[in-house]
């Protein structure tokens, strides 16, 4: 059944309660800057940066060597994770957990993001920004408006016809639509580019993106022949779908939805929203520390290596003032993904209802 967080009652003790919260969240934040938690991890992330951009100067070599032959379809794979490893790099910039100057955070978000990954750092920053704001809301977070997947009540019950009768299903085909979803974050890259709307920083992502496609075009076509190269991006851009949104789903999808227009303070929209994935070292690096999401929700600016430190504090605070932390395993997350956009799908239109006529039947 789709959950739903409603607009929290109004009555005094319901708002003393809140406030206390409130009041509370605020002894916690000081805590955590007193433990120096969001101060900078410089030697962190010079060792993450330096890691990926040696993989990726290994991987061309590799790709060189290998030549006119099928085994590239290895290198594109691995490619499609160490893009991913930059794209979280991006997102750690965009957050200003990186650098201590700003600008740096951005120029170095717009690298790991543009030259790096082939994405528009100023799209997805406009995307991400709403996101943080409004976590699961709908008609405030455009993570849950999707043409494709119907994520709350609202897009199902718009649905009619194929589109329904699909949408009734959907849960099953979210996994293999994540191997779409690499190829779909560069197209919405360039149309948001294209497009007449504002987009910080346009004229950068632009150079940044060209210099990503020219020197990957020219490295696949001086090494192999147009089939093979063509097969490259295809599993290259496969397996970054399936990491990046294997990352970003579990995080939020088959939370509680918000209604549209509610009102909730925001410890309890940030956590009530949010779900953790236990896991070890592996886990962190396949998600890129997305896998503590409570916590990076609560302290956006806070460095990746300083979640698993804040997290004991967090689960702590949330079970003092009775509040839902979720946390669960990533095989856990799949099944409440799959199991939330079924029942969502049951309320897509029936596939072969007319509306005109369910109206004169009412």
Known sequence: MTTTAPPPAENAPRVRERDRAVSAYAELSRMVKERGLLDRRHGYYAVRISAAALAIVALVAGVVVLGDSWWQLLPAAALGVIGTQFAFLGHDGAHQQVFDSSTRNKWAARVFAGLCAGLSHGWWMNKHTRHHAAPNQVGKDTDIESVVVAFHAEEAQRRRGLRAALTRHQGWFFLPLLLLSGANLHVDSVKALARRSPVKGRWADVGFIAAHWSVYATVLLTTMGPGKAAAFVGVHLAVFGLCMG???????????????????????????????????????????????????????????????????????????????????????SYRAIIRHLNEVGLRAGDPFSCPLAAQLRS
């Open 246 to 332: 294997g990352a970003f789903a579990p995080n939020h999808v088959g939370m509680p939805i918000v209604e549209r227009g509610a009102r909730i303070d925001f410890l309890r929209r940030q956590v009530l929203t949010s779900r953790n994935i236990r896991g070890g070292v592996v886990i962190d690096f396949l998600m890129g520390g997305l896998n503590r999401q409570v916590e990076h929700h609560l302290f956006p600016s806070m460095p990746r290596p300083n979640l698993r430190r804040v997290q004991p504090l967090v689960r702590e605070f949330c079970a003092t003032h009775n509040i839902p932390y979720t946390e669960t395993t990533l095989v856990g």
